[in-house]
């Protein structure tokens, strides 16, 4: 199967990101792995996430790193700049995986990992 230019965003011990890589290896699916902690969030691709995803979907409230944080810091991320500072210097904060698909800055991009969407995903690109 020809597959897409796919970069896989996040933080390697992360068990949804290896959830995604076994997922894809899995499928037969190369993909570039960017990590969080050894390369940092790429200032230049958070704005197009941000565009294509919308900041609240990258920020995860859910996790450890949000709950860690004290109320004033949680408070301040009212807005895409606010949000885009927090993940800059804490990358721990954004969801994960983020996904660029077509592996280029206006490609699309999901957040999260879902086998299925992903297999629709493959599906109707193996196609085109």
Request: glycine share 8%; charged share 20%; aromatic share 8%.
């Amino acid at each position: 199967m020809s597959t897409p230019a796919i970069t896989l965003y996040g933080i390697p011990n992360c068990d949804t990101v290896k959830k995604a890589r076994a997922w894809l290896a899995a499928q037969g699916v190369d993909c570039r792995f960017h990590d969080f902690k050894k390369q940092g969030v790429p200032a230049e691709r958070l704005g197009g996430w941000i565009a294509a995803v919308g900041w609240e979907k990258l920020v995860n409230r859910q996790g450890t790193t949000w709950r860690k944080l004290d109320s004033a810091a949680q408070a301040a991320v009212q807005d895409a700049a606010s949000a885009s500072a927090l993940m800059q210097a804490n990358a721990s904060v954004i969801k994960r995986p983020v996904v660029e698909w077509a592996g280029t800055a206006d490609g699309p991009v999901t957040v999260g990992f879902d086998p299925v969407a992903w297999n629709e995903r493959l599906a109707s690109r193996s196609k085109s």
